[in-house]
């Protein structure tokens, strides 16, 4: 690696997202641009926001982490030949995966074009597509909920997921089962609520529902399990699984019958290739999530997607569903059938519109590495 620039971005959503722990209007994040000796350019990003909502990090802890910590780390191991090296690299460095996994999503990206291959080939992806499901936030109004579903409904996606907190749960699943009936329906609560509410899953039971997701606290895996001996509905674990060894606890325990693996809530791609092949031995099904990425770390989204362990639609839209403007070309699009198609081209197959970058950004960094 020749030299490594960093970009706090900012995007305006088209609309505000609202999920049990806040609001989201602009979203913030860290893309990463990793550059060798020939010129090649490998793509990231860090999906942090500039507060410590879904995650303790942020993109100035991110950006800090990376001064300080791992581009000096990088500056004396320039010479890494494939990404799974990376993670040796910063292993010294506790937590911040996020920021982990947006130097290693650009690795992976250049790793794949060195080659002049798909990126979801090198992982060992078996489909060339990915099949979509939209997720609607708190809306709190139940007309607005209703044209919402309806309208993503007629626009193909798979399966309709809600976000939930207390006073929003109940109610809105009952009116979209009465309307729309037996449609693949889940909930997401965002560690919303306690085993104190344990009735509001008691009556969640009832609707048939794909699964409950992360109903409980975002560091738990016991009460998950005690809440999973209750409902019959599966608990899907989202915040709560951060690693392998999370997965593999959680599995022992009976905290959940599901993961929504987030390739960079876990760290970046290889160890959401560790807890996709242990759920797959276990014949634990996964899907595959997003935190509002731009179409750069929705690239490694559809990559991940395409894992045959992948059994439930994703959270992975296409990019008008929040963006007014894309900084990928093409953008990302849902076909008439609810699915994306992945793109063939090496890499993470997408061209990434650097100057859309340079005008959005709010800051720039730059550092050589060789």
Not at 67 to 93: A, M, N, T, Y
Not at 288 to 309: H, K, S, Y
Request: hydrophobic share 40%; glycine share 8%; net charge neutral.
């Amino acid at each position: 690696m020749k030299k490594i620039r960093l970009y706090h971005f900012v995007a305006r959503l088209r609309e505000s997202f609202e999920t049990s722990f806040g609001k989201t209007i602009d979203r913030h994040c860290v893309l990463v641009a990793v550059e060798d000796s020939s010129g090649l350019i490998g793509w990231g990003e860090a999906p942090v926001d500039d507060g410590p909502w879904y995650s303790y990090e942020t993109v100035d802890t991110t950006l800090y982490v990376y001064r300080e910590f791992i581009i000096p780390l990088l500056k004396k191991h320039s010479g890494i030949e494939h990404p799974v090296e990376f993670q040796d690299i910063v292993s010294s460095i506790r937590g911040y995966r996020m920021a982990k996994a947006g130097i290693e999503f650009a690795l992976w990206d250049l790793y794949a074009k060195s080659l002049g291959k798909p990126l979801y080939k090198l992982i060992g992806g078996v489909r060339d597509y990915i099949v979509s499901g939209v997720s609607i936030g708190v809306i709190g109004d139940m007309d607005r909920l209703i044209k919402s579903v309806e309208y993503y409904l007629d626009r193909g996606y798979r399966r309709v997921k809600i976000k939930i907190k207390p006073g929003w749960d109940v109610e809105p699943v009952k009116t979209i089962r009465k309307l729309f009936g037996d449609i693949p329906l889940q909930v997401d609560a965002n560690a919303a609520y306690t085993l104190f509410d344990k009735h509001v899953f008691l009556e969640l039971d009832k609707y048939g529902l794909t699964m409950i997701e992360q109903p409980l606290s975002y560091e738990d895996l016991y009460e998950h399990s005690i809440l999973q001996s209750m409902i019959k509905t599966p608990i899907c674990l989202d915040e709560s699984i951060k690693s392998l060894s999370d997965a593999i606890a959680g599995h022992r325990l009976g905290s959940y019958r599901v993961i929504n693996v987030k390739p960079a809530r876990v760290g970046g791609i290889l160890e959401t290739i560790k807890i996709h092949d242990y759920t797959m031995m276990h014949n634990i099904p996964i899907w595959i999530g997003g935190m509002l990425e731009t179409g750069i770390g929705r690239a490694f989204q559809v990559a991940a997607a395409t894992l045959p362990n992948v059994r439930y639609p994703n959270d992975i839209s296409e990019s008008s569903r929040y963006y007014e403007e894309e900084i990928v070309e093409p953008p990302w699009t849902l076909r008439s059938n609810g699915t994306i198609e992945v793109p063939k081209k090496p890499g993470i197959g997408v061209e990434v519109l650097e100057e859309k970058i340079e005008k959005y950004a709010k800051r720039k960094y730059e550092y050589k590495l060789a």
